[in-house]
C-alpha cells in the first residue's frame, strides 16, 4: 500500500472551513483514499473514502487531484467535537483484498473558539 | 457502537499471568481486527480474521495468539503478560463492503495495565 504524508498538527477557528492535507505521491491506479478520525480515548471512526473523483458526504468533503498524488478533507464548517486525530490512509481494492488497514502518525486538528 | 463490544474495558494485571481479551459483534461480519494504541506509536495491527477460525498475523503480532470459534467473537490472548503490553486494545470490524471499500467499525477499546 502507498504510504502518506500528513501535517503533525494544524489548527483551525471553530465556524470556519478545516482543510487537512494528504500526500500519496507512489499511490496505484487501483489505491484508494481513505480518512479516518479518532476523537481522543475513543475508537476511529469512518469518515469517508474516494478513488478520483470528489466525494462528499453529511461529514466531510474528500478532494482528489487529477494526478491523484494529493487529496484534501474538508471539514466545512467545523466544531469544538471536530478536535480529534485525522488519518489519511491508502487502500487496493479487489481480489484478495482483507480489508485491514494500516494507520499512520495522522493530523491531529485543534478547533479553537 | 454498531453492535460491537469489547471486554473488559479495563484491566490490571501482573507480569507473566495470561490475559484474554473479547471482542463480541452482533453484525455478522466477516471480518475482525485487532489493534493496539499507544503514544508514539499510533495504531498498530495485531492480528485479524477472514472467517472462522481463519486468522493471520498484523504488524506486531509477537507475544499474541487469537482465536474464533464462531463468527461473533475473536478473541485476543497474551499467554504471559509483559508490561510491554500496557496499552489501549481497539477491535475492529467490517472490511470488505460490496463495493471492495475498507469501512471498519472500532469498539471503545481496552484499557490493559501489566504491572
Known amino acids: 500500500d502507498a504510504k502518506t504524508t500528513q501535517p503533525t498538527s494544524m489548527d483551525c477557528a471553530e465556524g470556519r472551513a478545516a482543510n487537512l492535507p494528504c500526500n500519496h505521491s507512489t499511490i496505484s491506479g487501483n489505491e484508494y483514499v481513505y480518512w479516518y478520525r479518532q476523537i481522543h480515548s475513543q475508537g476511529p471512526q469512518y469518515i469517508i473514502h474516494g478513488l478520483k473523483n470528489n466525494e462528499t458526504n453529511e461529514m466531510a468533503s474528500l478532494i482528489i487531484t487529477e494526478d491523484r498524488k494529493s487529496s484534501t478533507l474538508i471539514l466545512p464548517h467545523a466544531t469544538l467535537r471536530d478536535t480529534a486525530v485525522y488519518y489519511c490512509i491508502v487502500r487496493v481494492h479487489g481480489s484478495g483484498n482483507t480489508g485491514k488497514l494500516i494507520f499512520g502518525q495522522g493530523t491531529t486538528l485543534q478547533v479553537k473558539p | ?115
Open chain 2, 1 to 115: 457502537d454498531a453492535g460491537i463490544t469489547q471486554s473488559p474495558r479495563h484491566k490490571v494485571t501482573e507480569t507473566g499471568t495470561p490475559v484474554t481479551l473479547r471482542c463480541h459483534q452482533t453484525e455478522n461480519h466477516r471480518y475482525m481486527y485487532w489493534y493496539r494504541q499507544d503514544p508514539g506509536h499510533g495504531l498498530r495491527l495485531i492480528h485479524y480474521s477472514y472467517g472462522v477460525k481463519d486468522t493471520d498475523k498484523g504488524e506486531v503480532s509477537d507475544g499474541y495468539s487469537v482465536s474464533r470459534s464462531k463468527t461473533e467473537d475473536f478473541l485476543l490472548t497474551l499467554e504471559s503478560a509483559t508490561s510491554s503490553q500496557t496499552s489501549v486494545y481497539f477491535c475492529a470490524i467490517g472490511g470488505v463492503g460490496a463495493s471492495g471499500a475498507n469501512v471498519l467499525t472500532f469498539g471503545a477499546g481496552s484499557r490493559l495495565t501489566v504491572l
